[in-house]
């Protein structure tokens, strides 16, 4: 199965029906009624029968509304006074040919976005996915796509200004992959414009491999920005190839381990995408501690080889390494890495959390406290006061009682 997509023409010939309940006829269809079609009512004579269970009703001498028989009550007690109210049907007649003349007049189409097509009249029409970028239409390629629709115009969606002039969105659906639905993808086209490595990864993320899941390349420039992001670890920013051999730190070294843990897991259940996700959260950790050591960037490489082969053979290569990465051995997790040291505690005045303080993982009670009044941000909170209580709870919340 594939993701469809789909453009919204509007129909002119059903431009008035839309404004009202019921079905308009022609301001010359009284032409057509015969003495014998129609029996005037005893409302104001106004109502008359029209071609056989269908009701008109005269407003100025024109025939402005029809309705089914078994609305007329309805009609008569509600809809009336309204139709009087608003507009005669000449008047809605000729603000539709002003509006829209141009399109008639010169058969041009009209396509509408989709999050504005709800008060007009639309026929849905398939159009080629591949001019499609996350159901934002190619205006200018879908014009000159096919002579039909070489002039057409669109009314697109509104600027976060209120104005017009924004992007045309389509609808879409899950359907059957098929040519007449326009809906095929060729990977070769992937290929060339994200690469082979993004179109592994991409596959492998949307889903179980057990599981039915519709092609659909809306998410795929996450993956690719997700590679590019990894890319640019070794580099710096002239994109000069960077890696350092300094030590690595516990945070880096836990990053790493909990990452080498989570891919072994997932790659015995092949629970790909969740491996792909556990990577994109390495990547975004590792670049917020700003790391480029050897001893984190190497074992890392060969972890994501089986899923983006080509971009760590190039890196494996970049870091000196003569042999293919194919052959290098598998990272080993050790738990130690992943053993807590330190809490992160909630500080808390009267109940309301103030800040945080890293006291380690076995502190005692005393010394807990004794840390947290030493704290200069405890002391601003405090406001000259003397704290009537410190209540410490292991490994979840300091409160301090004033």
């Known amino acids: 199965q594939g993701r469809s997509n789909f453009v919204y023409r509007v129909n002119f010939s059903n431009l008035i029906e839309k404004d009202y309940l019921g079905i308009y006829i022609d301001l010359k269809g009284d032409k057509n009624i015969g003495k014998n079609d129609y029996s005037l009512t005893n409302e104001n004579k106004k109502v008359f029968k029209v071609f056989g269970g269908s009701y008109g009703y005269f407003l100025n001498d024109d025939i402005v509304y029809t309705f089914r028989k078994n609305d007329i009550k309805k009609v008569h007690k509600k809809m009336i006074a309204e139709i009087e109210e608003k507009t005669s049907y000449k008047a809605k007649i000729l603000k539709v040919k002003k509006e829209f003349g141009n399109y008639i007049n010169n058969k041009k189409f009209l396509f509408i976005s989709n999050h504005k097509k709800k008060n007009y009249d639309v026929t849905p029409i398939h159009v080629d996915v591949n001019i499609v970028d996350n159901d934002i239409l190619d205006t200018e390629v879908f014009r000159n796509a096919s002579p039909e629709n070489k002039n057409a115009e669109f009314i ?132 917020d501690l700003k790391c480029n050591k050897r001893q984190i960037l190497e074992p890392l490489i060969i972890l994501l080889s089986p899923f983006a082969p080509h971009i760590t053979e190039e890196l494996w290569q970049k870091c000196g390494n003569l042999e293919s990465i194919s052959y290098a051995e598998f990272p080993v997790y050790e738990e130690k890495y992943l053993v807590e040291s330190t809490f992160e505690y909630p500080v808390s005045f009267n109940g309301k959390m103030r800040f945080k303080i890293t006291l380690p ?42």
């Open 156 to 287: 697109l969606e509104d600027l976060p200004d209120g104005k017009a002039g924004g992007k045309y969105i389509c609808g879409y659906a899950v359907e059957k992959m098929s040519k007449s639905l326009y809906n095929v993808v060729n990977p070769d086209d992937i290929i060339e414009q994200y690469g082979a490595d993004t179109l592994r990864m991409y596959e492998m993320f949307l889903g179980p491999l057990e599981m039915s899941k519709p092609w659909d390349t809306n998410g795929i420039d996450g993956v690719h920005k997700f590679l590019r992001k990894f890319w640019r670890l070794f580099h710096d920013g002239n994109n000069n190839f960077n890696i350092s051999d300094e030590n690595p730190t516990d945070d880096e070294l836990k990053v790493l381990h909990k990452t080498i843990k989570k891919i072994q897991e997932d790659i015995e259940r092949f629970s790909f995408n969740t491996s792909v996700s556990a990577f994109m959260i390495c990547v975004n950790e590792l670049n």
């Open 361 to 402: 993982m076995n502190i005692g009670a005393k010394d807990a406290e004794k840390q947290v009044l030493e704290h200069e941000l405890t002391q601003k909170w405090l406001e000259g006061k003397t704290p009537r209580k410190v209540i410490f709870v292991p490994k979840k919340i300091i409160n301090i009682v004033i």
